[in-house]
């Protein structure tokens, strides 16, 4: 067993409610193909969160997830603003390039769009030499780990509406939004208009598995072929509906993003008796984001792993988890005093 | 629970023993993205039959196992070879053609390539108007079931090689054709030269999970950035790593292959039995195909679900599982004749 | 100078009143990238033939015409049927797949579709795992020169049209079959119901350019962008435009026409004369098919240079161009009989 | 005819000299796809230009001969360095994702690339997560007119090939920065060590057609098939490499360049003159950059059109080409000051 630590919350394994629900859909046959039974049980379950209009698919990592959203809304030759941060941007490999089209990356504020400045973006629009802004991906929260407002995603959403712009939510961790907004998907998402939504499960608690939520009609028609085109056509579609089942059930997925964002909390609170550490993000999720001095680095990922996010500033990022406990922060904290001390 | 049948074998869930070992991986904190240690244990079983220098990626599904390897092989102006009935062809809704390159569908006698007429699709080979070959691609077992000899497979690959053009081995179920042909990896593809493997897991008893085999080292350079691009790169790997060895894990593998086998086997020459049901082809794996009356489809399908394959001629696809039972097959074979009776 | 000869109707040059035309745009400055006064008066040119709300756009050559053709009507994972003999499927080297999509060959007589196969392609349709086919693609005349009748293009539209399929007309050739068949655009295009085409200027006696002319409004949306994102937008537009003034100007469009037709007649109707010889298609364009006896293709074509179409039948492709002569003709006559003398 | 002015080099028609050697081309037949003997002799003109082992390829326009030559380096999951201003980024309507592969715009001063900042690009190189880069395309001259010195290519280069990344050149108007670097290809190109390059043909008095050089071996293999396949396979290609015979002959290439910087230099001397306006980047090439006051845009390009370069600065792009004439930039002078007077 690997070392713990702040690496990501992609480092967990399965919570032991989301497995028990996988594990009672593994009996007998199944329908192929999202065809099963479990799809169709997880699929309302969705829908009492979206609306009863909304269609659902499943995938299997939150790359396919943001990616067949973006092609669901593009034309080949039509672009999607994003962050210069975001994930789409900096660490999918070029494949939103690959199997979408291209990205305008805009400059950000603690992750976030600038709305002042959108506008600037579509000069030039309906020139033919100009690749068409036609979506907008917001990630939610950032990857910074701060959140948008309900009322800064309905601003955005308004005016990529008026523009005749799609708007894409990329949710990796959205239930810690929601959680910290203290909010419903309803309100935040379906009720500000967002088009199509990718909503994470692995870094949730699941073991792989994301869902693509489709509000607009006109993006729900060719979804089921470019999924499958995609190569994201699970065959034993019922081991992915099943751990959302189990995510959802009890108000799991609440209680996860409330254990990772409580730990958060706690964890950047402690550091700020560390002088020499500066909380660089507000802490809105289940991330922490502080520069911590350079010689210490190298020893404290030996003890806890996490990553450098800024090479240049040597502002890192502790992501916490649902399997992290208030001992890996207090064994952290530590560390970190530890080390300050033999420096 | 949906009803038992001979729909796929993708209709089944776990293997117990695949599920054990699975279950076995979910402790603690792993490092993600293929750099767990179930990962490393998993690659090193897979070295054990392919040798030490193969290199092998796992991926979700079977459609991106097949298209990552034509992706890896081809340029984007080059052509794979594949047979008319192939499941590349057939089934992957231009998977193929967005990932990789043309297809080009060669006549087929059982499911197989014929030898004699491959050189025949080089003719304008070298010619700028036309997309060069430089993949071909063998299903083994077929999608009819039957399983190249080692023999075929050799001269396929000679011929290939000669042509400057790379082997694909399609395998989603890669491990009936070993046990069909009682040999081992090393010397059904290994020493017949196969260039690349796509080995397939999910229809073998795994919940989701492929493995990509390159043995030809000009195809791995690039492999783990296509595999990422393409959307691929599963974050909690250890979760297919984990499922491969427990497929792997005192010859599982195989004995899932010869249960498959014999309980065709069985179906097949029952249905012998029935002067109408006619067998189509040799059963040398965990398939039967037979041409049933008409008449007969509908009801025997409402108790035991399965594909007719060929709508002109009503030859129909019986596919045996890893967890298909004498039962099961008796119970077939009691139906038919039930219907038989009451026709 | 190279040698005379029937290669193929893009060895001969640029026709003198084609020319005229296109010297005559050649004074002082002109808008760039489709916006010249020449190509307004070009495009009105193509709506008195097709129509006023055709949309007219001017590309560079064939391969372009026809490939954005089919990506105007194509989305990534639908598929275009094509006979099994079209340039599209046999000489494009994958541009199709590379620009539009998947192509469904299909089997063909004399180069045309079978009407009464075309349903047997749609058995799957609406299964994710299936391409759909979103157009057809009528090569008109064919590439063994023979012309659909009027009839024939509208049932083939009437079921395409049934089956929500879009109708493109490969028209290289174009004008060779409106004098074939005595009709006008209008009549054997437009009241056919034909929804995208590509009309040829490059094999017609002009230096390059083509037009892709849409009919139905669905295709115009976003062509102008996939034109530029396809690197088809000519900047100085006007040296096309202005050569299809030249080759509308006076009839001169169906004279060229008319001249290679009573050619290929003329040359099919020699050739009878020697039974060796024996002619396997209709001569309904300006091309002639004929089976030559091996040992005279040699010397023959270090005379007249030609290519031989089928390399297991010997078929061979003798085409007439605008600067075919009489002489060209007579003098190709009076080579085989040598060469049969010399035999 | 349209009104003259300094909208673009493209607004020009065909230099004479260059006609004069197509109408040479138009007699006979000649082998089509870029056989001919005047391809032949073009090609060895650009041999004594670039060496006898520079490929040469004729295309189309720019756009494609740009996007060629990345396609021709990257493969799909890798990226381009370009600069924030280059076309690629922001006038090809994503043609460079289409047919290449990612984009990665650098911040640049006076369009061109920062030498000190290169480095800051390569950080995550090797993460499976990031596209890696393996080609920058130069500008030269850049967008605004700036040309690169010799020893700025040789130092980029340098540090290109030591982190195995291939160096593209985008030249629309090559020629220009050799007539201001009084140099030759050889030192500038060859000896620097570029890898391919785009050498335009169409802005500098061509009536169409652009060549692309490719120096490295490595990136010739698949040339052929790559143009043929993105339709940039001329089929009457003497009709572009006849126009480079002209282009080329009796040094009229350096005349053109000559002409149109002279004029350049007049222009913004006299510019100059009128305090009001601000010329913005040195006049290294055939542009002029100059900011205009507000008022006097709209009637002075009433009488001389030409494009505001940057919508916020209202800096304007005057844009000198083979047929701008001493009394064009009299004429524009006089236009200014009179407008001037009446406001």
Redesign the interface.
Known sequence: ?????F??D?????HPDI?SEM?S?????????GT??FSETAIEIFRNFFGPKADVYFV?????AN?LCLRAGL?????CLVTDQSHLN??????P???A???I?ATSINGKFQLEQLQSYL?RKGD?????IKMISLTQPTELGTCYTIEEIRKITEWAHQNNIYVHIDGARLTNALHFLKTTYQKMLVETGADIISLGG??NGL??GEAVVILNPELKK?F?????????????T??ISSQFMGYFKNDLYLKIAEHSHQLALKLAHDLTTIPEVQITQPVESNSVFAIIPKAWIGPLRKKY?FYVWN?ATFECRLMLSW?STPQDVAGFIEAIQEIKLNS
Do not use: W
Not at 1 to 5: D, I, P, S, Y
């Open positions: 067993m690997a070392l713990r630590g690496g990501s992609n480092h967990s394994g399965i497995l594990l859909a593994n009996h007998g046959h199944e329908p192929s193909y099963d039974s299997y990592n939150g790359t396919a990616v034309k080949r030759h039509e672009s900096m660490d999918e490999c070029a494949a390039e690959f199997f089209g291209k990205l990356p000069i033919q030499h100009v690749s068409p692995t870094k073991g792989f060719d089921k072929f470019i999924r499958k085109q995609s190569a994201q056509l699970p065959s034993k019922r081991f792993f090479e399997d």
